[in-house]
């Protein structure tokens, strides 16, 4: 009784402060929390559920979201591990900092070709990063004005909390804002689905997503190729949307958390990656990681 009414007075008194409370199986090692970038999604529920069968004495939690929407919750310590499919930004490690006390650890698991769908049936074949800007900036209105039907571009992409929305806003439409006719969706597949049923629509999101609809060809201005978001091409970055996806964590990973993000970039898990349908890391990324 004595021992219990300690639990409590300890567990309040830790509330009060403000410091997150881990339950008892997290204590032993057992339990650990996922959440973030739904890009990230469908391959940190892969790698936990192979990763629990090798280690059936552990839990892994796995949610979406967004981006924003996990760092947050890393911010605020209610979640072990952030998924994100953009980098964190200056002002959010600041706040990592400032609120739990110790960096923020970035780790790169897995490469993606942030690829550009359009309807099976529609002829354009290729984009330039300009025309792309055109595109979703409002500019370019109908297929005609990029060299396709004299048909209306209709557009699809991601919710604000999304990484995939921040990343194409920033490296495609170089920071300008999306047209107000933007439909936004909250997840990539959501786009994918509302694209495959309208052959004018026009989205973006991961390479994993691609089925039933086609991924054009990226060009990075009218003096370079158009490219594919193939492996070969975003392991070197030729791909001009090619982009890292992160987890990250309050501080250096420690216990069983180390051995879960140890075995994410070991051959093992970087084959998962593979399976799932996004790029595994280039060997010098994981030699580079491999030194820290």
Same mark, same amino acid.
């Given at each position: 009784?004595?021992?219990?009414?300690?639990?409590?007075?300890?567990?309040?008194?830790?509330?009060?402060?403000?410091?997150?409370?881990?339950?008892? !199986?997290?204590?032993?090692?057992?339990?650990?929390?996922?959440?973030?970038?739904?890009?990230?999604?469908?391959?940190?529920?892969?790698?936990?559920?192979?990763?629990?069968? *090798?280690?059936?004495?552990?839990?892994?939690?796995?949610?979406?979201?967004?981006?924003?929407?996990?760092?947050?919750?890393?911010?605020?310590?209610?979640?072990?591990?952030?998924?994100?499919?953009?980098?964190?930004?200056?002002?959010?490690?600041?706040?990592?900092?400032?609120?739990?006390?110790?960096?923020?650890?970035?780790?790169?698991?897995?490469?993606?070709?942030?690829?550009?769908?359009?309807?099976?049936?529609?002829?354009?074949?290729?984009?330039?990063?300009?025309?792309?800007?055109?595109?979703?900036?409002?500019?370019?209105?109908?297929?005609?004005?990029?060299?396709?039907?004299?048909?209306?571009?209709?557009?699809?992409? *991601?919710?604000?909390?999304?990484?995939?929305?921040?990343?194409?806003?920033?490296?495609?439409?170089?920071?300008?804002?999306?047209?107000?006719?933007?439909?936004?969706?909250?997840g990539t597949a959501a786009?994918?689905? !509302?694209?495959?049923?309208?052959?004018?629509?026009?989205?973006?999101?991961?390479?994993?997503?691609?089925?039933g609809v086609k991924a054009?060809?990226?060009?990075?201005?009218?003096?370079?190729?158009?490219?594919?978001?193939?492996?070969?091409?975003?392991?070197?970055?030729?791909?001009?949307?090619?982009?890292?996806?992160?987890?990250?964590?309050?501080?250096?990973?420690?216990?069983?958390?180390?051995?879960?993000?140890?075995?994410?970039?070991?051959?093992?898990?970087?084959?998962?990656?593979?399976?799932?349908?996004?790029?595994?890391?280039?060997?010098?990324?994981? !030699?580079?990681?491999?030194?820290?």
């Amino acid at each position: 009784m004595k021992k219990a009414l300690m639990i409590l007075m300890i567990c309040s008194l830790c509330i009060l402060a403000g410091t997150t409370v881990y339950s008892p !199986a997290y204590a032993q090692g057992r339990s650990i929390t996922i959440k973030g970038s739904d890009t990230l999604v469908i391959l940190g529920q892969r790698w936990a559920e192979i990763y629990m069968k *090798r280690n059936p004495d552990m839990k892994i939690q796995v949610t979406g979201g967004g981006s924003g929407v996990g760092i947050a919750a890393l911010i605020n310590g209610t979640t072990d591990i952030a998924e994100a499919s953009r980098p964190m930004k200056d002002a959010e490690k600041n706040q990592l900092q400032q609120k739990r006390g110790v960096p923020a650890f970035e780790l790169p698991v897995a490469l993606d070709g942030l690829a550009v769908y359009v309807h099976d049936k529609n002829p354009i074949q290729e984009l330039s990063l300009e025309q792309l800007k055109r595109i979703y900036t409002g500019a370019a209105k109908s297929w005609k004005d990029v060299g396709g039907r004299d048909e209306r571009i209709i557009l699809y992409g *991601r919710e604000n909390s999304s990484g995939t929305y921040a990343y194409f806003k920033e490296h495609v439409l170089e920071d300008a804002d999306y047209y107000p006719t933007t439909q936004t969706l909250p997840g990539t597949a959501a786009v994918i689905n !509302a694209v495959a049923k309208d052959a004018r629509g026009i989205g973006y999101g991961g390479i994993a997503y691609l089925k039933g609809v086609k991924a054009i060809k990226v060009k990075k201005d009218d003096k370079t190729p158009a490219v594919e978001p193939t492996l070969e091409n975003v392991q070197k970055n030729i791909y001009p949307i090619s982009r890292f996806l992160f987890w990250y964590l309050a501080g250096q990973p420690k216990d069983q958390i180390k051995k879960l993000t140890d075995w994410v970039v070991s051959p093992e898990g970087q084959a998962v990656v593979n399976d799932v349908g996004y790029y595994p890391l280039s060997p010098d990324t994981l !030699a580079k990681l491999g030194k820290r």
